[in-house]
């Protein structure tokens, strides 16, 4: 977050990619992640769990999950994560 003293107000900032490690992302707002993974991430493929479909994409210090809802055809949530986990 940037504060702006003057107007006293905040903005989130993007990190650049390369810099972004697992905890920066997970500090994001979830329509940043998004952009993010859809931006910069390299896709590796799609799963399918009950009614979600999941795509995963990596990034260079951690892999995410979008989980599509299939019935709304919607993002259900982003799970991101190292390879140890």
């Not at 994409?57 to 892999?63: D, E, K, R, V």
């Not at 993002?75 to 140890?84: K, L, P």
Request: hydrophobic share 35%.
């Amino acid at each position: 977050m940037v504060k702006d003293n003057k107007h006293g107000v905040q903005a989130s900032v993007k990190p650049e990619e390369e810099d972004l490690e697992l905890h920066n992302f997970k500090l994001l707002p979830y329509y940043e992640q998004l952009d993010c993974l859809l931006e910069n991430g390299t896709y590796l493929g799609t799963r399918y769990f009950e009614a979600y479909k999941i795509n995963t994409y990596h990034l260079p210090a951690f892999f995410a999950e979008v989980w599509y809802d299939n019935k709304s055809n919607e993002v259900a949530g982003i799970r991101a994560f190292t390879s140890r986990e």
